[in-house]
């Protein structure tokens, strides 16, 4: 079972940055594509990045195009979600999954196809 454990959650000021981080617990994200997705108050979850297992595919929300940044590191023990020029509406319960054997552009942003899930850090952006 893998647990995803995520970081760097917090509250920020409009135009300012901040890095999540998505660990496994316990093993690596080896062969395993890494979404992000947001959950604000009263609205449903919806995808924000994703990245496939090699690194070599990225794939972007059209709100967050331009300003976010989702990567991996070379060692595949964790992804990235790099938030830049954040806006009060970025602010959201932000979750990290994994996915086994993600392939297909069209899955990337769909969370039902995502196995595994982190515990969702809160990111506030104040105006």
């Known amino acids: 079972q893998v647990q995803l454990v995520e970081t760097g959650g917090g509250l920020v000021q409009a135009g300012d940055s901040l890095r999540l981080s998505c660990g496994a617990s316990g093993c690596t994200l080896y062969k395993l594509a890494v979404g992000w997705f947001r959950q604000a108050p009263g609205k449903e979850r919806e995808f924000v990045a994703a990245?496939?297992?090699?690194?070599?595919?990225?794939f972007y929300a059209d709100s967050v195009k331009g300003r976010f940044t989702i990567s991996r590191d070379n060692d595949n023990t964790e992804g990235y979600l790099q938030m830049n020029s954040l806006k009060p509406e970025d602010t959201a319960v932000y979750y990290c999954?994994?996915?086994?054997?993600?392939?297909?552009?069209?899955?990337?942003?769909?969370?039902?196809?995502?196995?595994?899930w982190g515990q969702g850090p809160q990111v506030t952006v104040s105006s």
């Open positions: 990245i496939d297992w090699s690194g070599q595919r990225l």
């Open positions: 999954g994994a996915a086994i054997g993600m392939k297909y552009s069209n899955t990337f942003n769909d969370l039902t196809k995502y196995d595994y």
